[in-house]
C-alpha cells in the first residue's frame, strides 16, 4: 500500500480535535478555499443573532463573498478540486479496511456537489450582484462609517422592518452561494482529515521540514493545547516550511520566538 493510500484511507475515520489548530496554505487554491470558509462563517453567525446590526453585517460579508468569487474563478477551481478528491477515494471501494457506509455517502456527496456547481443555472452570486440595495450597500462599505442611516436611507429602512423579514432575505441571498458554501466545507474537511497530527518538538522555539516532492502538501495545520501561552508563525512554501513560535506578553508589546522546547501536533495535509 503506498503512503498516499494509506493516508487518503485514515480519512475516513473520525479524528477528534481538542486542541487549538493553526493552518498555513501553500496553494493559491486552499487559499481562496479558507478565505471563503472565514467570510461564510462570519455571516453564519450575523444571520443567527440577527440583531439590526447583525444584519448589516450578514450583508457585508456576503458582498464579501462575491466579490471574492468575482476576482478569481473560484467555481472552476473548486468543481476541479472535487472532482480531483473524487478520484482519489474511488479506489478505496476495495479497501476492506474503509468504512463502506462513509465511503458510499462521501462519493455521493462529491458527485451531487460537481453536478450542481457544473449545471449551468448554478451563478453563485448572481442574485446578490443583481440586488439594487446590496449594490448601494456595496459602493458605501469601503467608506469608514459609509453605511450610516444618512448615507444608506434604503438600508436604514430594510434594517428597521423587523428580524423575521431580515431573516427571510438574507436566507434568500445565502441559499444563492450555498453551492459554494457546501463544497468549499466538504474539500476543507476531507483535507484536513486526510493526515493524522504527528506529536513533534520545535528545539527553542523552532521547527522546520523539507517537503515530499512526490506527496504534495497543501495545507500546514499546527495543534497547540487551549491553555498554551505562545502561538506558531508558520511560513513556507512548496519545498519546505518552518514553524516559529512566539510569546506576546501583552499586546502592547512585539511577539518575541520562544526560547524553550515546544511540543506541538503537526498535520500535513496531502490529501
Known sequence: ??????????????????????????????RNFLRLEHLFATVEQAMEQNGDLDGRNAIVGLIDVTDLLARSDIKSELIKELERQHGLLVPLRSSPQVDAARLGH????????ITTLKSPACQPGQCLRSDELVTAIRQRVSIPGGACSFDLPALHHWLSRGAEFRARELAQWAADLRPIKDGVRLALSLLRESAHPRHVTAASGFFNQTIDATLPCHLVRVGLPLTAD?????????????????????????PSQVEDDIDFDLQCCVF
Do not use: D
Not at 230 to 236: A, Y
Open 1 to 30: 500500500m503506498s503512503r498516499h493510500e494509506s493516508s487518503r484511507q485514515r480519512s475516513l475515520f473520525n479524528l477528534a480535535e481538542s486542541q487549538v489548530f493553526y493552518e498555513l496554505p501553500l496553494n493559491e487554491r486552499t
Open 230 to 254: 505562545c502561538f506558531p508563525e508558520i511560513s513556507g512554501g512548496k519545498h519546505r516550511f518552518t514553524v516559529r513560535f512566539m510569546r506576546q506578553m501583552s499586546t502592547t508589546s512585539r
Open 106 to 113: 462521501l462519493l455521493e456527496r462529491l458527485g451531487e456537489l
